[in-house]
Antibody
Framework: QLQLQESGPGLVKPSETLSLTCTVSGDSISSGRYYWGWIRQPPGKGLEWIASIYYNAATYYNPSLKSRVTTSADTSKNQISLNLNSVTAADTAVYYC??????????????WGQGTLVTVSS | EIVMTQSPATLSVFVGERVILSCRASQSVSNNLAWYQQKPGQAPRLLMYGASTRATGIPARFSGSGSGTHFTLTISSLQSEDFAIYHCQQYSTWLTFGGGTKVEI
């Protein structure tokens, strides 16, 4: 059964870089059948797509975050990673990774990891 | 950016009631729409994609309809385990989510 597990620091200082890893088990990210995505949810608010990556490093970024985001894939570890730089309090959120279904376009997310809360504070 | 608007923000209902949730897009997304259910402290779970196709394991009491700019998610007879927040997501042009509808007692 597919499982996704996010990991990384729970507290990041303003202006620094938020770095998270998602470890995938039960499927290989290099199978090429899916993209792998990052989504966040500020406390009490809605969901925001951040980025999605294919095993060969093809990436799509939310245009509103593109200038601050990079994502990468490590097929040897079956992991994807997210870096968000120059963070502010507005980046405080639960960050999820998810399997991203696609066809001619990117589709929906299923399943999702349990999420990890990242707080931006000094 | 395509803006997704969900209404109402909160819906107070009873077990056994028929529930209809609305999701509107600021421009046509064809049928490129998904619905998710999110319970407190949990990650979202895919309910529906292609506006009307139930995801694996989703009970038949959930149904989706719509195309273009207006979509609905219907729960034919609300069960206690259905109290949650429901999110819609368009994937026609990039990916954007609605603000969610909370279904509460």
């Amino acid at each position: 059964q597919l499982q996704l597990q996010e990991s990384g620091p729970g507290l990041v200082k303003p202006s620094e870089t938020l770095s998270l890893t998602c470890t995938v088990s039960g499927d290989s990210i290099s199978s090429g059948r899916y993209y792998w995505g990052w989504i966040r949810q500020p406390p009490g608010k809605g969901l925001e797509w951040i980025a999605s990556i294919y095993y060969n490093a093809a990436t799509y970024y939310n245009p509103s975050l593109k200038s601050r985001v990079t994502t990468s894939a490590d097929t040897s570890k079956n992991q994807i990673s997210l870096n968000l730089n120059s963070v502010t309090a507005a980046d405080t959120a639960v960050y999820y990774c998810a399997r991203h279904h696609y066809g001619t376009i990117l589709f929906y997310f299923d399943p999702w990891g349990q999420g990890t809360l990242v707080t931006v504070s000094s | 950016e395509i803006v997704m608007t969900q209404s109402p923000a909160t819906l107070s209902v009873f077990v056994g009631e028929r529930v209809i949730l609305s999701c509107r897009a600021s421009q046509s997304v064809s049928n490129n729409l998904a619905w998710y259910q999110q319970k407190p402290g949990q990650a979202p779970r895919l309910l529906m994609y292609g506006a009307s196709t139930r995801a694996t394991g989703i009970p038949a009491r959930f149904s989706g309809s719509g195309s273009g700019t207006h979509f609905t998610l219907t729960i034919s007879s609300l069960q206690s385990e259905d109290f949650a927040i429901y999110h819609c997501q368009q994937y026609s042009t990039w990916l954007t989510f609605g603000g969610g509808t909370k279904v509460e007692i």
